[in-house]
């Protein structure tokens, strides 16, 4: 449950919720929800406790990476009195698209003969990997409007008075989201229209053109706030320049051109030598269509395989233009967390949020690889079981005991329970996805008991509401007593903690450990010798009987993935901490090894050309030992 409720502003506007700047025109554009939405911005931010997970370096900047929602981390940002100087976000587009990840099994580290056929590089096409499902970018259109109001409110709360934001989206959903904007941050201060054309490769789409560019809405909490003009400016081709000039050019003795210019006022000009090199020097003003930035294809080696990353060069121009070295900027909605590696790059301070712990991994690794010092976090809210929204979503499925699919409900219930007594139970779920259904209100049950309920079967009985945190449990028990009257179906609550609560979610590792003798300098060596993920190889099985009989139906042959006795191709990743043994400490790593998926080691975040052999070192005697498998699942085990 929320320790407390922090307010968005000290006074919520009247209204705002309703998207009504249509009202000059006599038409009022109303969703779905809104009066949810009032309600829950009445409310306030729900606060959660926050555990700190790791630190790297000694951080003086405070930099954060903060596992968990836009809307709980601002209220942590506001509750601690940050403020923040400069907002990109990339959320969700409502474009209907599933986004998977690629998951590549490493080279078994045991098998001599594997590494030594290794010396040639392997083709990526030829390494085996599968994909599992990271986010399903699928919404209505409604849900999405009020989901993204409550988070825009919950950023402009956190942004100082001079601060900018950058909401970057495309053609399914932008359009709506510009009226959001200027509701909530006010017309006068929409800045531009930024218009990021990829050039790339073309392709004839039937009865429709390419779809080639992505729109940025640039807002400003003050007039314009385009604080760095010259420093993203479009350096000048100096022959192009010239001929621009239609003057003639001039050489000093010494190489160096110009021509006249005059100055001063118009009765008193005066001639004078313009150096070209002065005149180049600025470049050429950036207006709102960058066409210059190409997106990223596959083999870049800027690219972090993960689904829609966006190219640094885009971060590090609107870095530029709007903040100054020492400002925090912030992307709520971080992704493989290009912005907070670019802001790093540039001498800024960042926060990095994200829902999904595959992104709180990429970009610890990448910040690691950087050099940065930051701190990781996580938002306790109860629902962090698995790496992400969607696979807790499919866990907790199957951890309700007799639920099942049922076609006769509506897409608002999750399917239902059999019962001897009360025969078909509906049941509902919140929905991860969508942070507005996770707190169990009086707005929430309005809407069970008025719209939910009078579309079930005549002979329903009762119906199963689970919830993850909940305002006041009496307080809505009275509700619904004073309220479902139109029926006589019973609501029973449940709490769905305590079905996460007796979920335990660990990969099983054997090892030896002993001092080093390798060299002068001593300190100890830790050797895998076996290691095992239930979860990792119940994917695989699926994977493997999917691909046979996709195989089978085509009449072709199918090689299964398979995995040795020691499974050690499935870790990609393994830590050593020297300096606690408390498991609920946060993690200090002395030392760590990533395996990429060509099977090389970057070790302590500096790439190499070394194949892992299977063992970490380090200079102390290590106290715990942490794993994180090819799927992103993180195991502690103490030495």
């Not at 790439?607 to 102390?620: E, L, P």
Request: include cysteine; glycine fraction near 6%; aromatic fraction near 10%.
């Amino acid at each position: 449950m929320a320790i407390k409720y922090i307010p968005y502003f000290p006074n919520t506007l009247e209204g705002q919720a309703i998207l009504d700047n249509f009202v000059r025109t006599k038409r009022v554009l109303r969703y779905r929800d809104n009066d949810q939405v009032i309600e829950r911005i009445e409310r306030g931010m729900p606060l959660y406790e926050m555990e700190t997970k790791e630190t790297i370096g000694a951080n003086p900047k405070q930099n954060r990476i903060i596992r968990g929602e836009c809307l709980s981390a601002c209220a942590y940002l506001k509750e601690q009195g940050i403020q923040v100087d400069l907002v990109y976000i990339d959320p969700p587009f409502a474009s209907g698209a599933d986004y998977a990840k690629k998951v590549y099994i490493r080279r078994n580290p045991l098998v001599a003969k594997a590494i030594a056929q290794a010396e040639n590089e392997l083709d990526v096409e030829e390494l085996k990997a599968f994909e599992e499902k990271m986010y399903g970018d699928v919404w209505d259109k409604e849900r999405y409007l009020n989901w993204m109001y409550e988070n825009l409110m919950a950023i402009k709360s956190v942004m100082s008075d001079e601060a900018s934001i950058y909401v970057h989206l495309d053609w399914h959903i932008g359009h709506y989201v510009k009226i959001l904007l200027d509701e909530i941050f006010g017309e006068d201060k929409f800045v531009n229209e930024i218009v990021w054309h990829y050039p790339g490769r073309e392709m004839h789409v039937p009865n429709k053109f390419n779809a080639k560019h992505d729109t940025i809405f640039l807002y400003s909490r003050k007039e314009g706030n385009i604080i760095n003009s010259y420093d993203v400016a479009i350096p000048y081709d100096e022959e192009e320049r010239i001929k621009s000039l239609r003057r003639k050019v001039y050489t000093d003795p010494d190489g160096r051109r110009w021509v006249w210019e005059t100055r001063g006022q118009a009765n008193g000009q005066e001639p004078y030598h313009r150096y070209l090199d002065e005149i180049i020097e600025n470049g050429k003003a950036l207006n709102d269509v960058w066409s210059d930035i190409p997106s990223l294809r596959g083999n870049d080696p800027a690219r972090n395989d993960y689904a829609t990353e966006k190219p640094p060069m885009l971060l590090e121009r609107i870095i530029k233009a709007s903040s100054n070295e020492g400002m925090l900027v912030a992307d709520f909605f971080g992704g493989s967390g290009v912005t907070a590696s670019v802001a790093n790059k540039l001498g800024r301070r960042f926060i990095h949020c994200d829902i999904g712990v595959n992104s709180i991994q990429t970009v610890r690794d990448r910040l690691l690889a950087d050099k940065a010092e930051f701190e990781v976090l996580e938002i306790k809210d109860g629902v962090s079981l698995y790496r992400n929204p969607v696979q807790t979503m499919d866990k907790l499925k199957s951890l309700i005991k007799g639920l099942r699919n049922e076609d006769a409900l509506d897409k608002f219930w999750e399917g239902s329970i059999v019962d001897t007594k009360y025969g078909m139970m509906p049941v509902y779920l919140p929905n991860l996805m969508d942070s507005t259904t996770r707190l169990l209100d009086k707005p929430l049950m309005n809407r069970i008991i008025r719209e939910a309920l009078p579309d079930l079967p005549e002979d329903t009985k009762r119906v199963i509401v689970y919830y993850i945190d909940i305002t006041d449990r009496q307080e809505i028990e009275d509700f619904i007593r004073e309220n479902n009257d139109r029926t006589t179906i019973e609501i029973e609550l449940r709490d769905l903690k305590q079905v996460l609560d007796d979920v335990v979610v660990e990969d099983n590792a054997e090892w030896e450990l002993a001092e080093s003798h390798e060299d002068l300098l001593g300190g100890w060596k830790l050797t895998i010798k076996n290691f095992h993920s239930d979860r990792l190889l119940r994917k695989i099985d699926e994977v493997n009987n999917k691909g046979q009989q996709q195989a089978l139906q085509k009449g072709k042959e199918f090689k299964p993935l398979e995995i040795s006795e020691e499974g050690l191709e499935t870790i990609e990743w393994l830590s050593l901490d020297c300096t606690k043994a408390d498991p609920k400490a946060p993690w200090h790593s002395d030392a760590e090894i990533k395996i990429d998926r060509l099977g090389y080691v970057i070790r302590n975040g500096i790439k190499s050309q070394d194949f892992w052999d299977a063992t970490i070192s380090c200079d102390n005697k290590p106290l715990r030992l942490k794993i994180r498998n090819i799927c992103g699942d993180e195991t502690i085990y103490i030495l």
